[in-house]
């Protein structure tokens, strides 16, 4: 059985933008948020960058506080 990447494409193009853009959105809240229930600036920014849909989720569920 071969793997045919081209039957994939439709449905990863939109995962992966939807990746790309919530990883973004969290960064930039994560600047502009002063205040976080737990860890630091640093610690979310490599979170949410890095730790592919779950960490801008963690973030927002987790680690925003209040303003």
């Given amino acids: 059985m071969q793997l045919n990447i081209q039957e994939y494409i439709p ?3 939109p995962l992966i ?3 790309i ?3 973004i959105y969290a960064v ?5 948020h002063p205040h976080y ?6 610690f979310w920014v490599i979170i ?3 730790i592919s849909f779950l960490g801008p989720i963690i973030y ?3 680690g925003k506080g209040e303003d």
């Fill in 11 to 13: 449905i990863l193009i």
């Fill in 17 to 19: 933008i939807l990746q």
């Fill in 21 to 23: 853009g919530l990883a």
């Fill in 28 to 32: 930039v809240d994560v600047f502009k």
């Fill in 37 to 42: 229930k737990f860890g630091n600036r640093v």
């Fill in 48 to 50: 949410c960058a890095f």
């Fill in 60 to 62: 927002f569920a987790f």
